[in-house]
């Protein structure tokens, strides 16, 4: 498998995720951005600080974090060196694709897997320094500010 890097959940409100994290655990985080990917508008956050990271997503309805209006575990991140080959082996091992950002353009994919209700995420591993450049993230080796 490839390296692992967060931990994401599908959130109602981010800010409220955001402030019960930070008053629970003292986390620290960026500023949350909108984003669009297809006829869906979301919004997303990552923590500060080492991997593994916190992200937060805030989507809406019928999108690939729609959490119908209760917080979830969604997904675990994991960096691959080969997104199709990363992709192959997960269905052979019965973790069949959920969503794919490839047609919009962003290399990643969700995989279900049932037996712990989640997903497993793949990134395309040549997105790392951008990732980490544009949330000013320290992703294995020298943390870059900015973001």
């Not at 080969?82 to 992709?87: F, G, I, K």
């Not at 951008?130 to 080796?141: E, N, Y």
């Amino acid at each position: 498998m490839a390296d692992f890097y967060h931990v994401c959940f599908a959130v109602p409100d981010i800010e409220r995720a955001m402030a019960d994290l930070t008053a629970a655990t003292g986390a620290q985080w960026a500023r949350p951005r909108s984003r669009t990917m297809g006829e869906w508008e979301f919004r997303i956050v990552f923590s500060q600080g080492d991997a593994p990271f916190v992200e937060l997503v805030e989507g809406p309805p019928g999108s690939p974090w729609d959490c119908q209006g209760r917080a979830r575990f969604d997904h675990l991140g994991y960096w691959a060196a080969d997104l199709h080959r990363e992709a192959e082996r997960l269905e052979a091992a019965d973790a069949p694709q959920d969503f794919s950002g490839c047609p919009y353009g962003r290399p990643f994919a969700y995989h279900r897997l049932d037996s712990v209700g989640a997903r497993i995420e793949i990134v395309d591993a040549s997105r790392r320094p951008g990732f980490a450049a544009s949330w000013g993230l320290d992703c294995g080796g020298t943390a870059v500010l900015g973001g």
